[in-house]
C-alpha cells in the first residue's frame, strides 16, 4: 500500500507565534506530500511497498538516494508534527522526566545539548533525542537522514525531532535557527515523547 500524508493533528494556525501559519501550511502539505509522492514513485513495484517506513528506514543502504531521501523525510516529518502542540512546551513529567534527569542532569542541559545539535548541524537536518540501549542520547543527522538509519553515525530510536531546515523557519525568523530553537520548547509535546519513549524501550 502506498504510504500517505498523515493529517495535521491540530490546525496550520494553532502553533502561532511559534511557528506561523503559512510556514505549516508549505511544511506539512507542500515539502511532506513531495517526499510522501517522491517515496512512492521510488519504490513503486519493488518489495519496500511491503514494508514500514521504520523498516525501510533500518536497512536504508539497500536503497537509492530517492529511498533515502524521501523515506527519510517520510519518516521524520511524521515523527515532528507529533511532537509538537498547541498549549503545551513546560516540562516533561512521570518516566520521561526520570530518564532526562538521568541521562542529563536536568531539562536545561537537555534543552542545551539539542540546541546545539541544531544550531552547529551545517546546512539541513535534524536534531534527536534518541533512545540508545536503554538510554537517552542527543545527535544530529544531515539532510532527511535519521538515527534509525543503519548508516546513521549515531544510531537509535527516535522519540524527539527537531527539522533544523531552513524551510521550517526561514518564513518567520530567516537566518536566525537558534530563534526558531528557542522557540521550538513553547510547542513541544512532551506526552507525545513520554509515549514514544515507552514504545522505544
Ligand atoms: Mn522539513
Known sequence: MAFELPTLPYAHNALEPHIDTKTMEI????????????????????????????????NISKYPAPVRNNGGGHFNHSLFWKVMAPNA????????????????????????????????RFGSGWAWLIVQNGKLAVCSTPNQDNPLMDIAEVKGTPILGIDVWEHAYYLHYQNRRPDYLAAFWNVVNWNQVAENLKNAK
Open 89 to 120: 512546551g513546560g516540562n516533561p513529567t512521570g518516566d520521561l522526566a526520570a530518564a532526562i534527569d538521568s541521562a542529563f542532569g536536568s531539562l536545561d542541559t537537555l534543552k542545551t545539548q539539542l540546541n546545539t545539535a541544531g544550531t552547529t
Open 27 to 58: 511544511h506539512h502539505g507542500k515539502h511532506h506530500q513531495a517526499y510522501v509522492t517522491n517515496l512512492n514513485n521510488a519504490i513503486a513495484g519493488s518489495d519496500a511497498e511491503k514494508l514500514s517506513i521504520e523498516d525501510i528506514c533500518k
